[in-house]
Nanobody, 121 residues
Framework: VQLVESGGGLVQAGGSPRLSCAAS????????MAWFRQAPGKEREFLSH????????YYADSVKGRFTISRDSAKNTVYLQMNSLKPDDTAIYYC???????????????WGQGTQVTVSS
């Protein structure tokens, strides 16, 4: 599975960009996709996960209520709608996919290259 993120860039505080992640290859094996981020000097942080079949969603407490994950199964694409961005949201945002039934937020098989999101104050 190949994953390509898009939609990052420079955003003003309070902005609401939407990230996209397009999957290709052996997508039939996917059971879910997720978004992570890594800020400078910090560990990678789980943000959200969506199951591919039912569209069930999971969120980290740090983004619950501000970020929304969704998917378009026909396009093999997952989205992350981010609202009310703050400078602390500045990070590289990665999408990931899994073919497992467990390990939400923890175990993923494939990763994208990441897209930089910089929030200016």
């Amino acid at each position: 599975v190949q994953l390509v993120e898009s939609g990052g860039g420079l955003v003003q505080a309070g902005g609401s960009p939407r990230l996209s992640c397009a999957a290709s290859g052996r997508t039939y094996s996917m059971t879910g996709m997720a978004w992570f981020r890594q800020a400078p000097g910090k560990e990678r942080e789980f943000l959200s996960h969506i199951t591919w079949t039912l569209g069930s969603t999971y969120y980290a407490d740090s983004v619950k209520g501000r970020f929304t994950i969704s998917r378009d199964s026909a396009k093999n694409t997952v989205y992350l709608q981010m609202n009310s961005l703050k400078p602390d949201d500045t990070a590289i945002y990665y999408c990931a996919s899994t073919s497992r039934q467990t390990g939400v937020g923890k175990v993923y098989d494939y990763w994208g290259q990441g897209t930089q999101v910089t929030v200016s104050s």
